[in-house]
T-cell receptor, first 113, second 113 residues
Framework: DAGVTQSPTHLIKTRGQQVTLRCSPK?????VSWYQQALGQGPQFIFQ???????QRGNFPDRFSGHQFPNYSSELNVNALLLGDSALYLC????????????FGSGTQLSVL | KQEVTQIPAALSVPEGENLVLNCSFT??????LQWFRQDPGKGLTSLLL?????REQTSGRLNASLDKSSGRSTLYIAASQPGDSATYLC????????????FGTGTLLAVQP
């Protein structure tokens, strides 16, 4: 079992550009959540997907959007990048409507210059 | 607004010491609480999950307790080892089975050999 996999591991972009991050959930998991972790901070919830729809959203602007595919994998898109978007982006998966532990991927480190 | 505070922000101990990490929260209507470990630049590994109806959970040298009435959780690490060096994060789930987590800012632990 590969666990939660994220790609790419590192990414460098410039202000104003757009970026797409990818996540494959752990086998048997159909819910994917995305978190943003700024340096020295705890992760902050961006949004959650299951059944290919956004189900919950944190306090993030519309520049942050996502998608879930029929195989449960997910993408996070960020438009019009700002310097403040530089962070570690973490994907977590779990089975839907359960109380099991979340499994996190290793993250994508995004640097906006 | 739920707030999660972790004290101390950083801790350095000699190998073999027992230690306690603290997590406090303002809203006691939690569904469950998780303790995570994060190595530098890496994703999160779930250590222990405590349901709201439970008082504590144990795994090996780790013991986590939960006191909802006082808004506190502690993570006890027995006989610390250099390999325990990492950032420890507590995360509260207020969203039930949706697993939307609110994280503290973490405690950076260094265990000196």
């Amino acid at each position: 079992d590969a666990g939660v996999t994220q790609s790419p591991t590192h990414l460098i972009k410039t202000r104003g550009q757009q970026v797409t991050l990818r996540c494959s959930p752990k086998s048997g998991h159909d819910t994917v959540s995305w978190y943003q972790q700024a340096l020295g901070q705890g992760p902050q919830f961006i949004f959650q997907y299951y059944e290919e729809e956004e189900r919950q959203r944190g306090n993030f602007p519309d520049r942050f959007s996502g998608h879930q595919f029929p195989n449960y994998s997910s993408e996070l898109n960020v438009n019009a990048l700002l310097l403040g978007d530089s962070a570690l982006y973490l994907c977590a998966s779990s089975p839907t409507h359960t109380n099991e532990k979340l499994f996190f991927g290793s993250g994508t480190q995004l640097s906006v210059l | 607004k739920q707030e999660v505070t972790q004290i101390p922000a950083a801790l350095s101990v000699p190998e073999g010491e027992n230690l306690v990490l603290n997590c406090s929260f303002t809203d006691s209507a939690i569904y469950n609480l998780q303790w995570f470990r994060q190595d530098p630049g890496k994703g999160l590994t779930s250590l222990l999950l405590i349901q709201s109806s439970q008082r504590e959970q144990t795994s090996g040298r780790l013991n986590a307790s939960l006191d909802k009435s006082s808004g506190r959780s502690t993570l006890y690490i027995a006989a610390s080892q250099p390999g325990d060096s990492a950032t420890y994060l507590c995360a509260l789930n207020y969203g039930g089975a949706t697993n939307k987590l609110i994280f503290g800012t973490g405690t950076l632990l260094a265990v000196q050999p």
